[in-house]
Nanobody
Framework: QVQLVESGGGLVQAGGSLRLSCAASGRTFSPYIMGWFRQAPGKEREFVAAIAKWGGGTYYADSVKGRFTVSRDNAKNTVYLQMNSLKPEDTAIYSC????????????????????WGQGTQVTVSS
């Protein structure tokens, strides 16, 4: 059984930074892609960022490019999301997701690209 546990959420002022972590556990589990999604109140879940295992290719939503950085530690099956220059519109529940599957041509920006999901961590940015 695969479990994803996020941490690092909280309350921060606009312009501030937060670093989210997500650790994946499970016997022999080796995820190919690890990503982050977010969902704000009254809005649909949206893709934030993702990182592939081999070669570390990264993918970002336009709304976070230049402000957020996704990274991973393969030895620990952990993915990180460094969030800088935070804005009130970044307020949401952030969830990590993983998949073992390589999908040719995919940008891994859709929920269907992922097999396993964490419970989420709240990020609140005050103005």
């Amino acid at each position: 059984q695969v479990q994803l546990v996020e941490s690092g959420g909280g309350l921060v002022q606009a312009g501030g930074s937060l670093r989210l972590s997500c650790a994946a556990s499970g016997r022999t589990f080796s995820p190919y892609i690890m990503g982050w999604f977010r969902q704000a109140p009254g809005k649909e879940r949206e893709f934030v960022a993702a990182i592939a295992k081999w070669g570390g290719g990264t993918y970002y939503a336009d709304s976070v490019k230049g402000r957020f950085t996704v990274s991973r530690d393969n030895a620990k099956n952990t993915v990180y999301l460094q969030m800088n220059s935070l804005k009130p519109e970044d307020t949401a529940i952030y969830s990590c997701a993983t998949s073992r599957v390589y999908r040719s041509g995919s940008y891994y920006d859709g929920p269907d690209d992922y097999e396993y999901w964490g419970q989420g961590t709240q990020v609140t940015v005050s103005s």
